[in-house]
């Protein structure tokens, strides 16, 4: 089975270097490995100062890179679809130029990335496929995107259908609108099964994990956070937080500052992933650029360990609903009862069961419900929320 981790983190924190090297060191291992990016600002082909294309290129023994490229995935996915997207909205009265633009809709180029890891899964040509993801924000989006995608498919594509079987030709010549032929059906039907193959491929923990890669900063623990958050949500297995750019003891006066800044978001970063743990790498006193510092990266991240396996499976916490309210549930390392104590501020929820704490950032359907009570059933703890009252219309 192919071994599938995606890299993702707020921009600049070192997702690139850290896939890159992942990469390097699996392919060093004797696995068979590709990293691809799928961030439209691909940068792979500077860590490892080697040019990449559309499709993979050797970079060494066993490895792999890919830079995939918008108009290259677009004509390779959605080809015949658009042209017959562009002939509807022609017939609408678009002019050509415009038709054309509209067909690509919003992250449709950039799924078109993703596909390429059910591509290479399938090939049976890889035992690992390193994604460079980009920046959490529109990775999540992304990766929403399969559902949304399914959405807009099924929509389209059967309504369309029916009309073409019931009424046929005469209702092309009576209203005039451009039919889909069956080349389009079927390519919808593709795109379809694709997207439904990749949800399936991402969100299988025995062979995925997306690994959130972050720096000791405030800002970028935030972010990171609300994806871990969402990836739970969406049910994409996270199983390692990468700590990248841990300066030194000796970094000298001028990075005392930081260097206690460092020391204080640290345990807290512990808290806030537990039980998914972490891995880090040094703040190096040069860029990380080339073969030699991305092998140094690698031994620095994972020293002799294997670097595809499985540091946590399982997902720590997930949402239902429940006779109209909505129930968070976490699985507690522990079995004893003591009072658990709830504490919400904004999207935060911090709950504290003796001197163990958790620091959760709440899904956006969560932020405005109030908190209705909490129970363990054996090893987990059931938060439950109100859903929250409609506001009506004119108060
Ligand atoms: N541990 C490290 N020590 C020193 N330099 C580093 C380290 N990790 C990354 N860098 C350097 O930091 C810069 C940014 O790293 P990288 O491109 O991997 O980040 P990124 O998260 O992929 O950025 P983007 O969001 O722009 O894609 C690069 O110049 C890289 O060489
Ligand atoms: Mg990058």
């Not at 678009?94 to 509209?102: G, N, T």
């Not at 390392?333 to 003591?338: D, G, Q, S, V």
């Not at 405005?368 to 929320?385: K, V």
Request: charge should be negative.
């Amino acid at each position: 089975m192919t071994r599938i981790i995606v890299y993702t983190g707020k921009g600049g924190v070192g997702k690139t270097s850290v896939a890159a090297a992942t990469a390097l060191l699996c392919a060093d291992r004797g696995l068979r490995t590709i990293v691809i990016s799928t961030d439209i600002a691909h940068s792979l082909s500077d860590s490892f100062d080697v040019p990449l294309a559309a499709e993979p290129v050797p970079i060494a023994e066993h490895l792999w890179g890919q830079e995939s490229e918008v108009f290259h995935n677009v004509r390779k996915y959605w080809g015949t679809i658009q042209a017959y997207i562009a002939s509807v909205f022609q017939w609408r009265g678009l002019d050509e130029v415009r038709a054309e633009e509209m067909t690509v809709l919003p992250g449709m180029d950039e799924l078109a990335n993703l596909l390429w890891i059910a591509e290479h899964n399938d090939s049976g040509r890889y035992d690992v496929i390193v994604v460079d993801a980009a920046p959490t924000g529109e990775t999540l989006r992304l990766l929403s995107l399969p559902e949304a995608g399914k959405w807009w498919l099924e929509k389209v594509f059967p309504i369309e259908r029916r009309i073409v079987q019931v009424a046929g030709p005469a209702v092309r010549r009576l209203v005039g609108m451009p039919m889909p032929s069956d080349a389009v059906f079927a390519a919808g039907e593709q795109l379809f099964h694709r997207l439904e193959h990749m949800h399936e491929l991402l969100s299988d923990s025995a062979r995925s994990s997306i690994r959130i890669v972050l720096n000791l900063e405030k800002m970028v623990i935030k972010e990171a956070q609300r994806s871990f958050t969402y990836f739970h949500l969406y049910g994409y297995p996270t199983d390692l937080v990468i700590v990248n750019r841990v300066l030194p003891n000796d970094a000298g006066p001028y990075f005392a500052s930081w260097l206690e800044t460092q020391r204080r978001y640290w345990p807290m970063v512990e808290e806030r992933f537990a039980p998914v743990p972490m891995r880090s790498a040094p703040f190096f006193d040069r860029e990380v650029i080339g073969i030699d510092m991305l092998r140094q990266l690698g031994a620095a991240l994972f020293g002799e360990e294997d670097p595809t396996r499985f540091y946590y499976q399982g997902r720590p916490y997930h949402v239902r609903r429940e006779n109209g309210a909505f129930v968070l549930s976490l699985d507690l390392p522990f079995t004893t009862r003591e009072d658990v104590s709830l504490t919400r501020h904004a999207d935060e929820l911090v709950l504290q069961v003796g001197s163990w704490r958790r620091n959760l950032i709440l899904p956006r359907v969560l932020v405005e419900a109030p908190t209705t009570g909490a129970r363990f059933e054996g090893q987990t703890l059931n938060i439950s929320f109100a859903v929250p009252p409609r506001p009506r219309k004119g108060g």
